[in-house]
DNA sequence: CTGTTAGCGCATTCAG
DNA sequence: CTGAATGCGCTAACAG
């Protein structure tokens, strides 16, 4: 057994190939090949001697570059998340998915390349220059279509969550209006009458303040827009405040809006999202009024937010299983197979926070 | 100009290559090259002709594979997290470093490669089989000393933030002990002597409750360990509660335990991140005690814990500069200089959370 | 300004 | 079981 100590120490990195490990193996590159690989019929002698050879040389192993050329194949997925990475990454929502989604691929053995705003403008986002094997899209505008096409054309697997980048992408999405729907409903079979909504931003720009139709004409968020649609579908008058982001804070200070004069004020508030309906409950808190009894409050997502102390009325959706179900459309798609998209069913939980309106 | 339509709408992904275009184009193979990467002298005229011949062929650019192979550079860089992705970006600070090290890495126009742990325990973790120029360890045990090996003698810059994988690796940290020992020392100038802190895991398994030796002895995450020693540096037999992870959750359940029993209950609680110190306030508004007036709070970290109240007290730690400044190390090793780590230091916040003990 | 030549490092034919 | 040859698709030198 040859000593690794050697190639450790060595400070020299001297580009070592697997042709040098097999000269000095005295075999051809082939055999090596095949050594390391292991996928091929070699005599244990001969796989013992290159890999003696190797960690003499120091030889890590096939240099990932050649291999990917080789092969065809990087072992890479792209994620574009259009978004600075805090941002993103403020969302429990899109955290679970990509959770999933590395779950979903992990019979591939590929990392994850992220792709999200640097900051710095001039910073090329060069999706189509890196040596993805196939791209999940998620929440993005159409800002990506040139690029988008590129991979297309290069036969690259492309899948979408939440963000219809249209064409024949298949399209991970669920029930955003529908599900709404039915909280609506489930607060108004409580006897509410009375309600409002605060919702995701309509657009990238992140506007807040009480819903105008300007707003709501330069719409491009589809989240918002089918959630307000199924609040609209249950109460067509709700009165509707805008949050900046899906955070505790906005949500917060919209509730404070909707909340400020106790004469016009709504019995129930139905959130686009559990971070939200967290900021509204702290609203009410701060009023002195008590959830449910004074306010009922409904959310969306289905997360654990972490220092709620409510069990939250919500609407469950399956976040992991969206990105788990892209990660297999993927898998699917790199087979070979014709993959399409799936719609998830998200389901109502009746937490603590809904209630029958006082008197 | 030749209309781009016929290429986007030709179902059949045959693979176009650069010496098609050229081919087409009329010209060689290497002035196409030139044409679509910019950086030689090509006449506008044949620019042209080049990229009319690629869009008529529905060429989508270089193959990103065979460019670096033969650039030798995938624009790439590696991260490596050690966790499932919903654990590693529970953790604010961690996506905050991730932020800073997107920017630090901007001019590269490099892709962040996430490695994490997809619950999949056959799935190989192909650290050593990726395409990275670069690779950063973020908050990493000695479980990858083999792969961080095989990178080393490939000649792969590397660089750890938070968790020492030795060897001549530049290493991006804080003043961990100094930091705590300063917010020790600011609770005791207020006049508390009765004192208790809430740390973070000693270990991966997360074991919670009283610090035992054992656990003690078992210690592999530094942070918590260089926390405590801080602390103890001003109380040296300070009450000790662990908890499970870095979350509200976490912290209130150990201030609970903390703080059960009124005769022993301590009057200021040093927490070793601002998550749990939301927490241990938590856990005090529950008791009906008020802080800071019958508790005193201080966290670490300086982050904005989304939907508290208060203004933390907390020792500010440059989270973003920290994954700036590897960033920085990776531009920098990779245009051949030498780069060193980075000692970051932590600054007292003093926020509404502290003030003398009552009475 | 453009064409010719020569690999990057490897994995895969196909013979032996 | 092993070796020799070939090219993945591109770009960097160098001539012209």
Redesign the pocket.
Known sequence: MVSPEPAATTGTVT?V???DVAALA??????A??A??G?????D??RERVLAAASELGYA???P???S????RSGIVGVVLEERVRAAFLDPVKIQTLDGLTEGIAPLGAGLLLFTDSGDPDAPVSLDTAPVDAVVLIGCSPKFFRQVEALQRRGIPLVAIEGAPGGDIPEITIDNREATRLGAEHVRSLGHTDVATVTLPFEPTRTRGELTPEMEAGATVDTAVERLRGARDVFPDIRVGVAGASSIEEGLEAARLLLADAATRPTAIIAQSDLLAAGVIQAAEELGLQVPRDLSVIGFDGIRVDGLQHDLTTLVQPSVAKGRAAGEAIVRMLSGEAASGTDFTSTLHVGDTTAPPRA
Request: zero cysteines; charged letters at 20%; a positive charge.
């Open positions: 580009r190939t697997l042709a005295g075999v051809s590159a082939s055999t090949s095949l390391f690989s996928s091929g019929p070699v005599s002698a001969t192993g096939p240099d570059r050649a291999r050329l080789r092969r065809g």
